[in-house]
């Protein structure tokens, strides 16, 4: 069974650089999407991006500006880079996996972190 | 961001059925499957119907989607306490170039 563990810094200064990974444990890092989402309070989920086990990535248009996001096989990780952050970039992050036969669902989840960021 | 249309909330109570809306547009619901997620407090969101109809595997089929032009429904029949939850839709925008959703509806059982 497919299990995604994640972590990262949980609370921000305006302007630092937020990051995030994921480790995928018990099923196949190859052959699928991973993707970001956060939820904050008033904004419901947004998307941020995904990125393939090949390294291809795609990223949400709003924040692709700021965005950086990587993998490494050898450890079926990976993970998020957002810059110059802003309370605005406060949320819940979640990673999960992306199933293509599913019209691209988000199947399997990790728990999420909490990230905050406050002068 | 835009995001697609959920009543906040609804409820109803148990072994009853309830249905949830989702209403977008043209860029979205009207030419790109609907997927729902169930969101219990404190938790990430998990699969409920993706392809707009579709049940992963382990979940009951209790739950059900549908879509039509713009707007997709989920309904839960038979309802039970462990269905009280959030939940979500979500589709492809293809004029953003990203998935949206759904603002969350939180349904509780009476």
């Known amino acids: 069974q497919v299990q995604i563990q994640q972590w990262g810094a949980g609370v921000l200064k305006p302007s630092e650089t937020l990051s995030l990974t994921c480790a995928v444990h018990?099923?196949?890092?190859?052959?699928?999407?991973w993707t970001w989402v956060r939820q904050s309070p008033g904004q419901g989920l947004e998307w941020i991006g995904e990125?393939?086990?090949?390294?291809?990535?795609k990223y949400n248009p709003s924040l692709k500006s700021r965005l950086t996001m990587s993998r490494d096989t050898s450890k079926n990780q990976f993970s998020l880079e957002l810059r110059s952050v802003t309370a605005a970039d406060t949320a819940v992050y979640y990673c999960?996996?992306?199933?293509?036969?599913?019209?691209?669902?988000?199947?399997?989840w990790g728990p999420g972190t909490t990230v905050r960021v406050s002068s | 961001q835009s995001v697609l249309t959920q009543p906040p909330s609804t409820s109803a109570s148990p072994g009853q059925s309830v249905t949830i809306s989702c209403s977008g547009g043209?860029?979205?619901?009207?030419?790109?499957?609907v997927t729902w997620y169930q969101q219990r407090p404190g938790t990430a969101p998990q699969l409920l119907i993706y392809?707009?109809?579709k049940r992963p595997s382990g979940v009951p089929d209790r739950f059900s989607g549908s879509k039509s032009g713009a707007s997709a429904s989920l309904t839960i029949s038979d309802l039970q306490s462990e269905d009280e939850a959030d939940y979500l839709c979500?589709?492809?925008?293809?004029?953003?170039?990203?998935?949206?959703f759904g603002g969350g509806t939180k349904l509780t059982v009476l």
């Open positions: 999960a996996r992306v199933v293509e036969e599913m019209d691209d669902a988000f199947d399997v």
């Open positions: 018990g099923g196949s890092f190859s052959g699928f999407y």
């Open positions: 990125i393939h086990h090949s390294g291809h990535t």
């Open positions: 043209n860029s979205n619901v009207r030419i790109n499957v």
């Open positions: 392809s707009s109809h």
């Open positions: 979500a589709a492809w925008d293809d004029t953003l170039m990203a998935p949206l």
